[in-house]
Every structure is written in structure tokens, then in C-alpha cells.
């Protein structure tokens, strides 16, 4: 049996490998068979993961983390968990190929899913104009027209900030009122770099290797016309990754997997959970890594804990033997 079992290759996954390989923890780490390194392979260039001063692209970074931890003694499997067993004292979790594997204490780092607009050129564009996080790519755009789609409070947010840098932010939104709180709308109706679209989604991306601009549809009356833009943000919500762990695992209200206070410990003993999946507002490469040292740490503790009990349990049973 293992000590410790990683769940997801991301920015977490693989930050709570490094720290729990060289606390001599030998971890497995199942980093999925279709997105290893987690969110960051799909985009670009990153320019706020701290030690890059010229930037890096996200799939050399995950590359250059998930080496960090293979040196030393990370296992990496390729494969996804499909079922997971966490009650009593040894986990264990089952992988899509049939194998099982069994730990004292799992860390579960799966992130979470920006939602898609669902058109067949988001893959292609993705990084290339096309983001779902103004934090991170708002500064590629300078001066320039873009657009978000969503009318929540999320997509308030990403259009008021993202005035910072362009110089006019489209609001494409499905119907004629917004989602969003009142005072966020207020703040984005009294911006004058923003303009709402109201009843319109968009019908196709257009642009090979940079967004050039979209295909509006009206939602009322079907007519479609033409918009320019430069960029275009997708704000239509973000899904933590939990379908494995429902009713296993406390989930908060945002649909996170509910963690005591700053830790990672989950509502069941031997089960931590880092990254995204726990992080309903942040969101980031850096405190996703941040939030996996946390959860090595407190698996770290957790173990140590379990062998001093069983050493202090030992000269009792001897006694009784005796
Ligand atoms: C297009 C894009 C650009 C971004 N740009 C930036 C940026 O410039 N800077 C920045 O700081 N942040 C950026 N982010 C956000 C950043 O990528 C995330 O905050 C970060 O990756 C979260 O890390 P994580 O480890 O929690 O989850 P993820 O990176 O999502 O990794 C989760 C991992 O778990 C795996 N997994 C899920 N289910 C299973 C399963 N059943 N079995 C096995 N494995 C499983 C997934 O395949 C994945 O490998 C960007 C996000 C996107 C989508």
C-alpha cells in the first residue's frame, strides 16, 4: 500500500507531488489520459507564474513541474480515476484501465472546467484571442476591441477590468437583462468603454491563427451580422470537477469540495483536496500550486500522526500478548 495517491497533473497535483516525493512520500500520481498538466496546456504564453521574466508557454511550464517532481521519485500513471473508495484507513481508487491502487491518504486536485460556448473553433483559438480568464490575458490586449460573453457576475467583472487594458469591451449577452447583482451591473453600465449586445450569442469565431472577429446572432429574430474584434472572454461559469467525489466528500455551495479553513482537509479523514476544485474565486496557476504545497503538507502531517499512534499502540499490544 502507498502512503499517498495524487489525483490531476495541474498546477496543484503536481506542486503536491514535489513537496510530498521529497518528504520520502513516493507518491502515485494519476495525471489522466487526456489532459496531462491540467488547464495551462491550453493556452499560450504565461506571463504572472512567478521565475519566468520573459514569460512561458503553459505546456513547457507543466512540463518543466511535472520533471520537478519525477525527480524525486513522483510516479506518474497515464490513465483516469473512474471510481474512488474513501472510507476507513485505506483509500482506494480505481483507474480506467482496471488497475486498482490502495493509500493511506489521497489528494484530490482534479480543477475544474471553464464552460465552452460550444463551437468547434474555440479549440483552435484558444490562447490565440480567445481566453476564459481575464486575470491572466487581459494584458495581451492593450488598446485593443474585444468582447465577453455572459451577463453573471463573473462576466461584470471580467468586462469592468478588462477596460483597464482595452479600449472598448463588447457585452454579448442572451437575453435583455442581466444575471449579475445590481451593483455590478451599475458599475458596467456607467463604464463607458463598455457597450452591452443584448439577444445576441455568438454563431462562429472567425480567425486562423489570431481572433479576427464573430458571427453575432440575434436570439429573437435569428438575423445575423458581423463584429470586428480582437479578443473575445468567455464568462459563462466554471464547473469544479467533483463528479467523482459526490456524496463522498462535503461540497460548498459554489459546488467546491468543502475544505476546513485555510487547510485542505476534506469532511473525511485522510482526504485532501487542492487547486481549483476547492477555489470557487482565484483561480490561478500560482495559488493552485500554492494550495497543493498545503495539501502535501497536511497529508504529510496526517501520516505522521497515524504512525505515532500506531508506535504508542504497539507496547500495549505487547502487553496484552504477554
Ligand atoms: C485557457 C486558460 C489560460 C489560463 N492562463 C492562465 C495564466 O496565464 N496564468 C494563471 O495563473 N492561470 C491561468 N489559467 C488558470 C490555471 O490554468 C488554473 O488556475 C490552474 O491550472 C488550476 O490548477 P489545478 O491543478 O487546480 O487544476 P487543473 O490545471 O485543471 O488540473 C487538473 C488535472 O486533473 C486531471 N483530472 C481531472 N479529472 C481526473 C480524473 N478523473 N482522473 C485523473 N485526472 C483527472 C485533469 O486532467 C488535469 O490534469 C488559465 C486557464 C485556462 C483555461
Known amino acids: ?13 503536481l506542486t503536491a507531488a514535489i513537496y510530498a516525493a521529497r518528504a520520502e512520500l513516493k507518491p502515485l500520481l494519476i495525471a489522466s489520459s487526456v489532459e496531462v498538466g491540467g488547464e495551462l ?20 511550464l507543466m512540463t518543466k513541474i511535472q520533471a520537478q ?6 510516479e506518474v500513471v497515464y ?3 473512474v471510481s474512488l473508495d474513501l472510507e476507513g484507513p485505506v483509500k482506494r481508487v480505481t483507474l480506467g484501465g482496471g488497475e486498482v491502487h490502495e493509500a493511506r491518504a489521497v489528494i484530490f486536485a482534479t480543477g475544474s472546467a471553464y464552460r465552452k460556448l460550444g463551437l468547434p473553433e474555440e479549440e483552435v483559438l484558444s490562447g490565440h484571442g480567445l481566453s476564459w480568464c481575464a486575470t491572466c490575458d487581459g494584458f495581451f490586449f492593450r488598446q485593443k476591441t474585444i468582447a465577453v460573453v455572459g451577463g453573471g457576475d463573473s462576466a461584470m467583472e471580467e468586462a469592468t477590468f478588462l477596460t483597464r487594458f482595452a479600449d472598448k469591451v463588447h457585452v454579448i449577452h442572451r437575453r435583455d437583462e442581466l444575471k449579475a447583482s445590481k451593483i455590478m451591473q451599475q458599475r458596467a453600465f456607467d463604464n463607458p468603454k463598455i457597450e452591452f449586445v443584448w439577444n445576441a ?35 459563462i461559469g466554471n464547473d469544479p470537477r467533483t463528479h467523482l467525489v ?11 469540495i468543502a475544505v476546513e479553513g485555510r487547510s485542505s482537509k476534506t469532511s473525511v479523514p485522510g482526504v485532501f483536496a487542492a487547486g ?24 504529510e502531517a496526517y501520516l505522521a500522526d497515524l504512525d505515532d499512534a500506531s508506535t ?11
Not at 246 to 256: I, P, R, V
Not at 279 to 298: E, F, I, K, N
Open 1 to 13: 500500500m502507498r502512503d499517498i495517491i495524487i489525483i490531476g497533473s495541474g498546477p496543484a497535483g
Open 41 to 60: 496546456v491550453n493556452t499560450t504564453e504565461v506571463e504572472n507564474f512567478p521565475g519566468f521574466p520573459e514569460g512561458v508557454m503553459g505546456p513547457d
Open 69 to 74: 517532481a519525477e525527480r524525486f521519485g513522483t
Open 79 to 81: 490513465d483516469d480515476v
Open 201 to 235: 450569442e455568438i454563431a462562429a469565431i472567425h480567425g486562423t491563427s489570431q481572433v479576427s472577429g464573430v458571427t453575432l446572432r440575434d436570439t429573437v429574430t435569428g438575423e445575423e451580422r458581423g463584429l470586428d474584434l480582437d479578443g473575445v472572454f468567455v464568462a
Open 246 to 256: 459526490h456524496g463522498k466528500l462535503d461540497l460548498t455551495a459554489e459546488g467546491t
Open 276 to 299: 481549483d476544485v476547492i477555489d470557487p474565486h482565484y483561480r490561478q496557476a500560482v495559488t493552485a500550486a500554492a494550495s497543493g504545497t498545503v495539501a502535501a503538507l497536511d497529508a
Open 312 to 322: 504508542a499502540a504497539q507496547p500495549a499490544l505487547a502487553t496484552v500478548s504477554d
